[in-house]
């Protein structure tokens, strides 16, 4: 079944700590994948995006994520996270499997509490 | 400017009413979608129109019922309320690109979130 996991459901983390969010995806044919993220009573804002080139992609706020074919993953990372990072992230896959529709497949999201 | 806006914000109904959420983008796109964010966050389209056509419905209850007057307009008709339709709702819009490409960014608006009693 096409599906995206996120391992962490919940992350804490001090200030000025490394942050890494796993996500998996099982998806057929040729995946983008994206990470958003959701501030406290926020709408979702997009971080970074993969379509094709270069694995390693750099988005705002200093996060980064690199797609491995190989391994069906796309992990965000940021070197020191701050208080401000305190959110809910999301990893979300669209496939041309089964036709091209741009539908937003979403993992169950990643909470992550920063302490000052 | 908002580039997606909804309204209302918040929606606090009693069951069994019936409810419309709007929703607008001005960022030109001619793709909106709807999603429903339940009490774990979880988040799963719901409904996708390309040029006022509709694409995508993921098996929603037929007392949901989108309808796109414009490509710059979608909203979203509830009928007969229940206590599980209670979540936030998400528009969203994307651009299908020259050649209809699937692999357009969709962007969000800020939600609704509708409280069934």
């Known amino acids: 079944a096409q599906s995206v996991s996120q391992h962490n459901h919940h992350v804490i983390l001090s200030e000025a700590a490394s942050l890494e969010l796993g996500c998996n995806y099982s998806y057929g044919g040729t995946v983008n994948l994206f990470w958003y993220v959701q501030y406290p009573g926020q709408h979702l804002q997009l971080l970074l995006k993969y379509f094709s080139g270069d694995p390693l992609v750099k988005g705002i706020k200093g996060f980064e994520a690199e797609f491995i074919k190989s391994k069906f993953s796309f992990n965000l990372r940021k070197p020191s996270v701050q208080w401000s990072d305190t959110a809910e992230y999301f990893c979300a896959v669209t496939s041309n499997y089964g036709g091209a529709t741009n539908k937003l497949i979403f993992g169950t999201g990643t909470l992550l509490a920063v302490q000052p | 400017d908002t580039a997606v806006s909804q309204t209302p914000k918040y929606l606090v109904t009693q069951m069994g009413n019936d409810k419309s959420i709007k929703c607008e983008q001005n960022?030109?796109?001619?793709?909106m979608y709807w999603y429903k964010q339940d009490s774990k966050k979880f988040l799963k389209i719901m409904f996708s129109?390309?040029?006022?056509?509709?694409?995508i419905n993921e098996t929603v209850p037929n007392r949901f019922s989108p309808k796109s007057p414009d490509k710059a307009h979608l909203n979203l008709h509830i009928n007969s309320l229940e206590l599980g339709d209670s979540a936030v709702y998400f528009c969203?819009?994307?651009?299908?690109?020259?050649?209809?490409?699937?692999?357009?960014?969709?962007?969000f608006g800020p939600g609704t979130r509708l409280l069934v009693l």
């Open positions: 960022l030109g796109h001619d793709t």
């Open positions: 129109y390309n040029n006022k056509e509709l694409i």
């Open positions: 969203a819009s994307s651009s299908s690109g020259t050649s209809g490409e699937y692999q357009e960014t969709q962007y």
